[in-house]
């Protein structure tokens, strides 16, 4: 069993940058891809990075390229997603999981990012 626990989420103006954490227990976490996904209310959860087990292998949505940034710390055991120049629309909830099994089946409770424009 995996637990996931994110924060850092909050009201922020456009343009301005938050630091999403993810801490994990449970289970080896240095063995295991992550992912960062989000949810806009009325729309579907939507990728939005993922980064492989040793941290050297990282992969976007086209979104968010360029402006986001997603990186781990396996000794805290912990995965992070820097946003930067925030747009309205990067407004959601915010969840990390965890691939296992070559599917993410381990989910956090999300952290809630508003951009006010």
């Known amino acids: 069993q995996v637990q996931l626990v994110e924060s850092g989420g909050g009201l922020v103006h456009a343009g301005g940058s938050l630091r999403l954490s993810c801490a994990a227990s449970g289970r080896t976490f240095s063995s295991y891809a992550m992912g960062w996904f989000r949810q806009a209310p009325g729309k579907e959860r939507e990728f939005v990075a993922a980064i492989n087990w040793s941290g050297g292998s990282t992969d976007y949505a086209g979104s968010v390229k360029g402006r986001f940034t997603i990186s781990r710390d396996n000794a805290k055991n912990t995965v992070y997603l820097q946003m930067n120049s925030l747009k309205p629309e990067d407004t959601a909830v915010y969840y990390c999981?965890?691939?296992?099994?070559?599917?993410?089946?381990?989910w956090g409770q999300g952290t809630q990012v508003t951009v006010s424009s």
């Open positions: 999981a965890v691939k296992v099994g070559g599917s993410y089946n381990y």
